[in-house]
């Protein structure tokens, strides 16, 4: 169909990564405004996961090619076959995940097809009158919201963070198709060999992942006061997050930042512990089910997105929430629920 979307997932440790079902989703939303399809694009040379699930959640069709060329990710050949796949499909809108990979291969893509990209979209949609892909995402240093159209040039390509969309409820009423691509032997005949991949422990902290996050700023003060705010994640078996000012201040580690160049968090629930609430912070966090902040300050700008605020001394509040939180739990049998 002219107008048909195509998302470019991702299959990451023989599972499908989460991003792909976002997308999905959007990319759902954005076919349905245009009476037109959704395929979803897999590479991998293993995928524990049922393909089928990716219909029940918003595809018509979904496309994979398995090769064990496709064990490590490798720009040149996603790029290849990516490309072919887009030459033969001719898809109206292209989208894929920031992730790494992502990041990587896309641009090149663009590239090959002559056509623009807008990375590290927040937003997308369909402007009713042209029917052009409204692309949106934070710029000069988050301070705008640019919205970006590709009026001259198909496909419409985006890169979208994770955790920026929800992927739908599960509809096992929902049909479509599974299609078995085999691309060209030459399309995996490239110059870059992966021998191996290393994962870098350093960076294993996930909290991307986490149903409750426990983020701290610049209003802890000095890092020995991130014991108040480990203490309160602990109780709740929470991920801890920061600001950028907390992880530059080196009072925590790069992967713990939340925001516009840290990472994109989505959990149940968000305490924003002494963060005032600058644009970058909130562009990381604000998809958040249930946002909590603690500021002393009634009017930093945390207060205007959260869903409970408390204006209040966090070393203060904070030891009293845990203490209130620990005796909460030990009345229900110790169960964190
Ligand atoms: C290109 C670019 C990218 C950026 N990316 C990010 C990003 O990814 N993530 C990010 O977070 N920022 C990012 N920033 C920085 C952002 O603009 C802010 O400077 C930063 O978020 C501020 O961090 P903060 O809220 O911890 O500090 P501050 O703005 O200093 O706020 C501290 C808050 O603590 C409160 N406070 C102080 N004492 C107490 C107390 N005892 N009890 C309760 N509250 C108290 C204060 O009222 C204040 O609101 C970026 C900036 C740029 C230009």
Same mark, same amino acid.
């Given at each position: 169909m002219d107008f048909d979307v195509l998302v470019v997932g991702e299959v990451r440790n023989s599972k499908i990564h989460s991003v792909t079902y976002e997308l999905t989703s959007k990319a759902r939303e954005l076919a349905d405004k245009l009476g037109s399809e959704v395929e979803v694009l897999l590479l991998y040379s293993r995928c524990e996961d049922e393909l089928e699930d990716l219909i029940y959640r918003g595809a018509d069709r979904v496309l994979f090619v398995k090769n064990e060329e496709l064990k490590f990710f490798n720009q040149e050949i996603w790029t290849n076959i990516v490309t072919d796949v887009a030459l033969k499909r001719q898809p109206y809108i292209m989208l894929t995940g920031a992730t790494s990979s992502g990041r990587t291969f896309f641009p090149a893509v663009a590239a090959k097809l002559n056509t623009g990209l807008t990375a590290d979209c927040t937003g997308l949609d369909i402007e009713e009158e042209t029917n052009l892909l409204l692309q949106t995402r934070p710029a000069i240093g988050g301070n705008v919201m640019a919205t970006i159209k590709t009026p001259n040039h198909r496909p419409q390509m985006a890169t979208v963070r994770p955790r920026t969309f929800r992927p739908l409820p599960k509809d096992e009423s929902r049909k479509g198709e599974i299609v078995e691509l085999k691309p060209d032997e030459s399309l995996f005949n490239v110059r870059v060999k992966t021998l191996r991949f290393e994962r870098d422990e350093s960076q294993n902290v996930n909290i991307q992942d986490a149903d409750v996050v426990v983020a701290f700023g610049k209003?802890? !003060? !000095?890092?020995?006061?991130?014991k108040y705010i480990s203490e309160l994640a602990e109780a709740l078996k929470a991920a801890i997050g920061a600001s950028r000012a907390a992880v530059d201040a080196k009072w925590i580690g790069y992967p713990h930042q939340v925001g516009l160049s840290g990472k994109v968090v989505s959990p149940k629930l968000y305490i924003a512990a002494g963060i005032s609430g600058a644009v970058q912070h909130i562009a990381g966090m604000q998809t958040s089910e249930y946002i909590v902040a603690i500021n002393k300050d009634p009017e930093a700008p945390i207060f205007r997105i959260a869903n409970f605020g408390i204006v209040g001394d966090l070393f203060e509040v904070i030891p009293e929430l845990t203490k209130r939180i620990k005796l909460e739990i030990e009345k229900s049998g110790g169960k964190n629920k």
């Open positions: 209003g802890i !003060k !000095k890092p020995e006061n991130v």
